[in-house]
């Protein structure tokens, strides 16, 4: 081979690796917010349709407590960030619950399993959400002023992204903190038990209401989260939760409907495959790549990548 054939290479594997390592960086935070979505379903069968807008309700909350205590300056450009997402998916969690309560827990008693009601209940909650926020934040879009988006880190040929790194580094922390939390906590267990068997946990003493209550708010909190870190790099207006609505589906039906594992993995395989795919194809393209890739492997493994037919939370 000529010399230029040999730089052509090279050039092509750095490009490979950088697109990897963006990919790995993206796809930690597409499974985050997936997991969230994926803890609702495993839980309590819902399809829910609004749950990228709850997302753009973290990027707002962490936007405005962030302008509320004067900017980056008040803990640095990393820990701010943190705490920022930290109160926004709280109080968007606290909100899920109060819409458990007074909304979700009266469709799931009504609809008496079926599927229609939720449907319909989740698209209209996700109209309201998109719509109030137009109403009270307008459609100019906002993002948060970190420096961390503009920086990186160097290793070879290879950069690093500040702001992604840190986003990818706090979704790995939550996503293992919620596993440990279902598999080795009371409550955690609880919420399994009463996924797999609603009546049998009645009848051993678990309030299978609380539980789903509880479940709900903790998935709305980390989807928030994940949409707080992401506004870090990523401007964002009332409709963002659309751009996303697909990818997050998608995460959770090809890494194994009601498994929180396999929603994590699906998310971070559709990160990388986006980001490799811009490396070939322009970039306009990147998402028809994912579904196509989406639509074989569930057409091969109809239960998902990495679940199981009998896979539970």
Same mark, same amino acid.
């Given at each position: 081979?000529?010399?230029?054939?040999?730089?052509?290479?090279?050039?092509?594997?750095?490009?490979?690796?950088?697109?990897?390592?963006?990919?790995?960086?993206?796809?930690?935070?597409? %499974?985050?917010?997936?997991?969230?979505?994926?803890?609702?379903?495993?839980?309590?069968?819902?399809?829910?349709?609004?749950?990228?807008?709850?997302?753009?309700?973290?990027? @707002?909350?962490?936007?405005?407590?962030?302008?509320?205590?004067?900017? /980056?300056? =008040?803990?640095? #450009?990393?820990?701010? #960030?943190?705490?920022?997402? !930290? +109160?926004?998916?709280?109080?968007?969690?606290?909100?899920?619950?109060?819409?458990?309560?007074? !909304?979700?827990?009266?469709?799931?008693?009504?609809?008496?399993?079926?599927?229609?009601?939720?449907? /319909?209940?989740?698209?209209?909650?996700?109209?309201? !959400?998109?719509?109030?926020?137009?109403?009270?934040?307008?459609?100019?879009?906002?993002?948060?002023?970190?420096?961390?988006?503009?920086?990186?880190?160097?290793?070879?040929?290879?950069? =690093?992204?500040?702001?992604?790194?840190?986003?990818?580094?706090?979704?790995?922390?939550?996503?293992?903190?919620?596993?440990?939390?279902?598999?080795?906590?009371?409550?955690?267990?609880?919420?399994?038990?009463?996924?797999?068997?609603?009546?049998?946990?009645? @009848?051993?003493?678990?309030?299978?209401?609380?539980?789903?209550?509880?479940?709900?708010?903790?998935?709305?909190?980390?989807?928030?989260?994940?949409?707080?870190?992401? %506004?870090? @790099?990523? #401007?964002?207006? #009332?409709?963002?939760?659309?751009?996303?609505?697909?990818?997050?589906?998608?995460?959770?039906?090809?890494?194994?409907?009601?498994?929180?594992?396999g929603a994590f993995w699906?998310?971070?395989?559709?990160? /990388?495959?986006?980001?490799?795919?811009?490396?070939?194809?322009?970039?306009?393209?990147?998402?028809?790549? +994912?579904?196509?890739?989406?639509?074989?492997?569930? !057409?091969?493994?109809?239960?998902?990548?990495f679940g199981r037919v009998?896979?539970?939370?």
């Amino acid at each position: 081979m000529t010399p230029d054939t040999w730089n052509d290479i090279a050039f092509m594997l750095e490009l490979l690796a950088q697109a990897l390592v963006t990919g790995i960086f993206m796809g930690g935070v597409y %499974a985050l917010m997936s997991v969230g979505l994926g803890l609702i379903f495993g839980l309590m069968k819902v399809i829910n349709f609004a749950q990228p807008d709850f997302m753009m309700l973290g990027m @707002y909350g962490a936007f405005f407590c962030i302008t509320f205590v004067g900017g /980056m300056g =008040f803990a640095g #450009p990393f820990l701010t #960030p943190l705490l920022a997402a !930290l +109160v926004a998916a709280l109080a968007v969690g606290l909100f899920g619950w109060l819409i458990h309560r007074g !909304l979700m827990s009266r469709v799931l008693s009504e609809s008496q399993g079926g599927q229609d009601a939720q449907v /319909m209940m989740t698209l209209g909650l996700s109209l309201i !959400l998109q719509n109030g926020a137009l109403l009270l934040f307008g459609a100019n879009p906002h993002t948060i002023q970190t420096p961390l988006s503009s920086e990186a880190w160097s290793l070879d040929f290879l950069f =690093f992204n500040k702001g992604k790194a840190l986003s990818f580094g706090v979704a790995i922390a939550l996503t293992v903190i919620l596993q440990l939390f279902m598999t080795r906590t009371r409550t955690g267990k609880s919420m399994r038990a009463a996924a797999d068997n609603p009546e049998a946990a009645v @009848y051993m003493g678990i309030d299978v209401t609380f539980v789903h209550r509880l479940g709900f708010a903790i998935g709305i909190a980390i989807t928030a989260a994940a949409g707080a870190l992401i %506004a870090n @790099y990523t #401007p964002f207006q #009332p409709y963002i939760g659309m751009d996303f609505l697909i990818l997050m589906f998608a995460s959770v039906v090809l890494g194994g409907l009601g498994s929180i594992s396999g929603a994590f993995w699906g998310g971070m395989t559709i990160g /990388m495959m986006q980001q490799l795919s811009t490396v070939f194809l322009p970039i306009q393209l990147q998402n028809m790549v +994912v579904f196509v890739a989406f639509l074989l492997i569930v !057409l091969i493994r109809p239960q998902g990548l990495f679940g199981r037919v009998s896979e539970r939370i």
